[in-house]
């Protein structure tokens, strides 16, 4: 039957055909690509080994046998989960860890999308350039290489983790189904809030982005988005108190991030991030030096480094992006978001690393708004924006494969690392353990020459020497190496240690006794040197004092399940009347 007016009935369909698909379906297609795109960027670092500070995470300690309670009793309790779970879950092979990463990443990935899409949204684009725009942004976010260390890096997680609370809990802010946000909508930003701040302390900045949306959004530079979503920040103030006395609590005592860091006083940690802040923007920009362990020097004064040109310089983009927030409105909110989101981490609160490439994680979106808003203004033409985007997204992504490679290889990472440093001592001997754990260590070599230059006279080189030397086969130098350590510090333990376990590879039984007592004499507490010890009682026939050793390294962690399977098997040596 015809329709008695078919120019509406046209229109109609024309409006069906036209119907643009609904951001649950722009999602849903972000989120396979990013699938796709990541899983394939990623996979030459899914079988890295477990390097740097991985080797001080729960499963690599006598912790990993006892129940959850006691991982999470720390200060990153959601962290801890994730690990305890993938410990469970999947055992010690890093493929399992890598690949959770990598789950985060790409959730964070869409979740970026929706964050962007939003934001353009309020900022008055165009639909079919919001979605071209926030599609381009998080697949930028998704393949930068300095994105890496916060996937690659098994430590890594805890700022991709943090970063998922976090965009969690924004996009419920950005994403509430009226002007005012509801109580339970507020309960919700909360809740991810708190679970962000649970997983690592730098989540606390998420706060600063809803106090500067509101005074962006709706009405520019007012208070009207904060008055109409009141309720949030009720709830969020006693939450605020509360994280920031256990953040302040952990930032006294924590010798590694807090004012307990020998390294600099809070002010020339001030001088040196106003320096490190631009690295940040250059590395976002051309992401060529990254690296794993930066040699980046702390500013003492102002006129260290240059210091006090780089402030003036923050000081005067920061002036101008106030000048003109009417005029590029996108952008200064984009340049804020970079800064409240670096603030933890780069401002007053000195940290022993003072250039970090993770840290740059979620401070890439802020970088990306500016980039949304200077691309919009610049006119270009579409087919020739497209291109411009498509290869953008090729080139970083050529740059985050090559990366990963690395990350599959680590020792080409320390090796670059090593080579960069003259006041970093760290690459060179991260990557002098890789290579003699992989038993390459003729490379290692000409590294501990340069680094005996640069830092003579220092312990931790003559023990790095001596774990090369004895890796090719050259005992008796590697003896030397540790006798120079051992005079170097002559109260360590662990050097004697060493000495007696070296001692008894060279087949010197009585200089490995004398050695391994005093180690024990040294450091009592030590569950290593008794371990070692009760060896030597072992290979010297000695059961009763073997059993001995063992019952007092066992004493000393009850935890620990080889000293506890030693003393087991030396039990049932001494039972059956042999000794080995």
């Known amino acids: 039957m015809q329709s008695k007016h078919p120019k509406r009935s046209a229109a109609r369909l024309r409006h069906r055909v036209r119907q643009p698909p609904s951001l649950r379906t722009l999602v849903l297609l972000v989120g396979f690509l990013s699938a796709v795109i990541a899983l394939f960027l990623y996979a030459p670092a899914f079988h890295g080994p477990f390097v740097f500070d991985d080797a001080g995470l729960p499963f690599h300690r006598t912790i990993r046998e006892e129940p959850v309670s006691a991982w999470i009793a720390g200060v990153r309790p959601m962290l801890m989960l994730t690990y305890w779970l993938n410990l469970r879950a999947w055992g010690d092979d890093p493929l399992s860890y890598h690949l959770i990463n990598v789950f985060i990443h790409i959730l964070n990935g869409v979740l970026v999308f929706m964050v962007l899409y939003r934001l353009l949204e309020w900022a008055g684009w165009e639909r079919s350039n919001v979605f071209r725009a926030s599609l381009v942004g998080c697949l930028i976010f998704l393949v930068h290489p300095i994105q890496t260390e916060s996937v690659s890096y098994v430590s890594g997680r805890s700022e991709s983790l943090e970063a998922l609370f976090q965009l969690l809990s924004y996009g419920i802010f950005l994403y509430?189904?009226?002007?005012?946000?509801?109580?339970?909508?507020?309960?919700?930003?909360?809740?991810?809030?708190?679970?962000?701040?649970?997983?690592?302390?730098?989540?606390?900045?998420?706060?600063?982005?809803?106090?500067?949306?509101?005074?962006?959004?709706?009405?520019?530079?007012?208070?009207?988005?904060?008055?109409?979503?009141?309720?949030?920040?009720?709830?969020?103030?006693?939450?605020?108190?509360?994280?920031?006395?256990?953040?302040?609590?952990?930032?006294?005592?924590?010798?590694?991030?807090?004012?307990?860091?020998?390294?600099?006083?809070?002010?020339q940690y001030l001088f040196t991030e106003a320096r490190a802040l631009f690295i940040y923007l250059r590395l976002a920009v051309f992401p060529l030096g990254l690296s794993i362990d930066h040699d980046f020097a702390i500013s003492h004064t102002f006129y260290d480094h240059a210091a006090i040109l780089w402030m003036l310089l923050l000081a005067a983009i920061l002036i101008a992006g106030w000048r003109f927030r009417r005029t590029f409105p996108l952008a200064f909110f984009g340049l804020l978001f970079f800064l409240v989101e670096l603030a933890p981490t780069s401002s007053v609160i000195p940290i022993a690393d003072s250039l970090v490439d993770r840290r740059m994680y979620l401070p890439l979106v802020g970088l990306i708004l500016i980039g949304c808003d200077f691309c919009r203004r610049l006119k270009i033409p579409s087919p020739a924006a497209r291109m411009a985007g498509v290869a953008a997204v090729a080139a970083l992504s050529a740059c985050c494969y090559a990366r990963n490679m690395?990350?599959?290889?680590?020792?080409?990472?320390?090796?670059?690392?090593?080579?960069?440093?003259?006041?970093?001592?760290?690459?060179?001997?991260?990557?002098?353990?890789?290579?003699?754990?992989?038993?390459?260590?003729?490379?290692a070599v000409p590294y501990?020459?340069?680094?005996?230059?640069?830092?003579?006279?220092?312990?931790?080189?003559?023990?790095?020497?001596?774990?090369?030397?004895?890796?090719?086969?050259?005992?008796?130098?590697?003896?030397?190496?540790?006798?120079?350590?051992?005079?170097?510090?002559?109260?360590?333990?662990?050097?004697?240690?060493?000495?007696?376990?070296?001692?008894?590879?060279?087949?010197?039984?009585?200089?490995?006794?004398?050695?391994?007592?005093?180690?024990?004499?040294?450091?009592?507490?030590?569950?290593?040197?008794?371990?070692?010890?009760?060896?030597?009682?072992?290979?010297?026939?000695?059961?009763?004092?073997?059993?001995?050793?063992?019952?007092?390294?066992?004493?000393?962690?009850?935890h620990d399940e080889s000293a506890r399977a030693a003393l087991a098997r030396v039990r049932l040596l001494r039972g059956s009347g042999s000794a080995r």
Request: aromatic share 10%; with cysteine; glycine share 4%.
């Open 176 to 267: 509430r189904r009226k002007d005012s946000i509801s109580w339970l909508e507020s309960l919700l930003v909360l809740l991810f809030f708190f679970l962000g701040v649970k997983t690592k302390e730098n989540a606390v900045s998420v706060a600063g982005l809803f106090v500067l949306t509101d005074l962006f959004w709706p009405v520019s530079f007012s208070s009207a988005g904060l008055r109409k979503n009141w309720r949030l920040y009720a709830l969020m103030l006693p939450g605020a108190i509360f994280a920031t006395v256990a953040v302040m609590r952990t930032l006294v005592s924590n010798p590694s991030a807090g004012f307990s860091v020998q390294t600099a006083t809070w002010y």
């Open 406 to 443: 690395e990350w599959g290889h680590p020792e080409s990472l320390f090796a670059a690392a090593a080579a960069q440093s003259t006041h970093n001592l760290r690459p060179y001997l991260h990557l002098t353990e890789v290579l003699v754990h992989e038993r390459n260590c003729e490379p």
């Open 448 to 558: 501990l020459q340069r680094a005996e230059r640069l830092f003579p006279n220092d312990f931790d080189v003559q023990v790095a020497w001596s774990w090369a030397l004895e890796c090719i086969e050259r005992p008796q130098q590697a003896m030397q190496r540790l006798q120079a350590a051992a005079r170097l510090r002559p109260q360590s333990s662990l050097v004697y240690e060493w000495i007696g376990l070296l001692y008894g590879e060279m087949r010197m039984p009585g200089a490995a006794g004398e050695a391994l007592h005093h180690a024990v004499q040294l450091d009592p507490s030590s569950v290593s040197a008794h371990e070692s010890l009760a060896l030597w009682y072992q290979a010297t026939g000695d059961l009763p004092d073997a059993e001995q050793e063992h019952a007092r390294s066992v004493a000393i962690d009850p």
